[in-house]
Structures are given as structure tokens and as C-alpha cells.
């Protein structure tokens, strides 16, 4: 049995807190450096990802007592437990005081994901909110949305009201799809996460801005739906993904995007 060496520690604690959004400025240039040599790895993006949408709060009816029971004495009996000699991703972490709580939560709710996932309905929409009112909200920012990064295809605006976190699409043009097949998905490039050299499409995770359908002609509007706060929105891409969205998306079909001016 091998023993993580040093490195791999500290790789796994830049990626937990990544993907906890813990993850300070200086930390991410040396996660970077790690990644170089040891290449990327999702896994606790996608773990996090998954928690968010499971454990989301909804309006529907509440859980019943015996299934929270069962995984607070599934959480216990996991966190009691010794790590082995040979940890898989998350049991390997050897978490700094920093993020010592919520690192042992996500390993603890990591064994009980699939569990959750069985009974906990998805997130719940939220009230939609008009264009209009975002548009007018103080210091709210307006992009215009084009087929291209040059400009020359225009096919929508976005507006985003920072200081309440929502804000709406306006597409006119872009074409409709079957759910069945593909859905369009947001993403929101966000520089308070993580810094970026010349082009904002440098920024490897941005945040997902919820997955959507075009199914009528004319002028169409989309609230967005940020998982987690933004701080420093550079740019709003639009791409094609299969049905129900993706937690990491590979770029190549990209339906519109918008840089603030």
C-alpha cells in the first residue's frame, strides 16, 4: 500500500478548496502550478456541483424525519471511522484548520450522495424577474450577446443587477431547441474566482448560470439562474449541452457570448 505523498496532499486540499470557493488568490496560482505537472482534476468540482443541487433548498414538501436520521448516523459512523492507509480523493485530504469543518462535512456527505440524490427533489425556480427591472436596478451592467466574440452577429442582451445576484437574458434570434435532444446553458466567467492572463476564456470553471430552452419565435426572455455568488462578471457565454446540462462543459458549441464593455 502506497501513502499520499506530500504533494498529492496538498493538491487535493487547493482542489477541495476550489471547489468549497475558498480557494484565495495566491492559492490559485499554486494550484495552477500543481495542475501543470499533474494535470486537472474535476472530481471534487463535480462532487460539490452535485451536493449543491441535491441539498438546494425547495418549497416542496419536507424531507421525513427518518430518512435525515439516517444520513446524520450515516455521517457519524463515517466521520468515526479511521482513514486507510491508501485514501480514495476525498478520505486523502488533510484539511488545514481553515476549512477543517466543511472539508468534514463534504467527505461525510460524499458517502451519502447517492442516498440524497434519491430522495431530494430538484431546486425549485425561482421567481422570474423582468428585464426591465434589473435593467433599471443602480449599477446594473448591460452586455449585448453576439454569435461571435468579434461582435458582428448580434443576437440578444444580458443584464445583471450585482448587488441583488439575478439578472435576465433577451435573445431574439437564437434558435429553438428540443429539450430531448440539447438545452442551452449559461456560464458566468468570473474573475473574483479566478484570474486570467489575456482572455477571460482563460478562467477554466466558471460558474453555472442554469440551463435553459428557446421554444418560441421572436423576442425571448431567460432569468439566470447563478449557482453561487459573482463577483466579477468578464464575460457571459452561452453553450449547447445535452439534455439537464453539464457541471464542466468542453466549449465547442458555443451559442452566444457577450464581454462588458
Do not use: K
Amino acid at each position: 500500500m502506497s501513502t499520499p505523498t506530500p504533494g498529492t496532499d496538498r493538491l487535493h486540499e487547493l482542489l477541495a478548496a476550489r471547489a468549497l470557493d475558498e480557494l484565495h488568490h495566491d492559492e490559485s496560482a499554486e494550484l495552477e502550478r500543481l495542475l501543470a505537472s499533474a494535470g486537472d482534476d474535476d472530481s471534487f468540482d463535480l462532487l460539490a456541483a452535485r451536493l449543491d443541487q441535491a441539498l438546494a433548498p425547495v418549497d416542496d414538501e419536507p424531507v421525513p424525519a427518518s430518512v435525515l436520521a439516517s444520513l446524520h448516523e450515516a455521517g457519524e459512523r463515517f466521520l468515526s471511522e479511521p482513514v486507510p492507509s491508501e485514501p480514495d480523493v476525498l478520505a486523502s485530504i488533510a484539511p488545514p484548520a481553515r476549512t477543517l469543518g466543511s472539508l468534514g462535512w463534504l467527505a461525510a456527505a460524499a458517502c451519502l450522495l447517492l442516498a440524497a440524490l434519491a430522495w431530494f427533489p430538484q431546486r425549485s425556480a425561482t421567481s422570474p424577474v423582468g428585464f426591465d427591472a434589473v435593467a433599471s436596478a443602480p449599477g446594473a451592467l448591460t452586455v449585448g450577446l453576439s454569435a461571435d466574440l468579434a461582435g458582428e452577429q448580434p443576437i440578444g442582451t444580458l443584464v445583471w443587477d450585482a448587488q441583488n445576484q439575478r439578472g435576465v437574458m433577451r435573445f431574439e434570434g437564437l434558435a429553438l431547441n428540443d429539450p430531448s435532444v440539447e438545452q442551452y446553458q449559461l456560464w458566468i466567467f468570473d474573475a473574483s474566482r479566478e484570474s486570467f492572463n489575456e482572455s477571460p476564456l482563460e478562467i477554466r470553471h466558471p460558474v453555472d448560470g442554469g440551463v435553459f430552452d428557446i421554444s418560441a419565435d421572436g423576442v425571448v426572455d431567460v432569468p439566470i439562474d447563478a449557482r453561487v455568488p459573482v463577483g466579477q462578471p468578464v464575460l457571459f457565454a452561452v453553450t449547447i449541452e445535452p439534455p439537464g446540462g453539464v457541471v464542466v462543459s468542453d466549449r465547442s458549441r458555443i451559442a452566444a457570448v457577450g464581454i462588458p464593455g
